[in-house]
């Protein structure tokens, strides 16, 4: 069994919270979806592609957000500041 420390376990906590908030924001759009069609006002296909697309925009931040958060907490472990 391959044991990741330091930084490698760093990047590994940011793309586990990458890929569930990912999930997360999926199953909100598909719910967000039903939801419009249950309430008698379905979205157009072009509705629609614009949601995932502003989300998809909104969420391509995310990631550069979390690499950081990642390099600060690497910087801070190898200071023995935590």
């Not at 999926?26 to 629609?48: H, K, Y």
């Not at 979390?66 to 907490?73: C, E, I, M």
């Amino acid at each position: 069994m391959e044991t990741v420390s330091g930084n490698g376990r760093h990047e590994s906590m940011a793309l586990t919270a990458h890929v569930a908030s990912a999930r997360c924001l999926a199953r909100t759009i598909a719910i967000a979806f039903d939801a419009c069609e249950d309430a008698d006002v379905p979205l157009s296909e072009l509705q629609r592609v614009a949601i995932v697309e502003a989300a998809l925009l909104e969420f391509d931040g995310f990631g550069a957000h979390l690499a950081t958060l990642s390099s600060v907490g690497s910087l801070l472990h190898d200071l023995g500041a935590v």
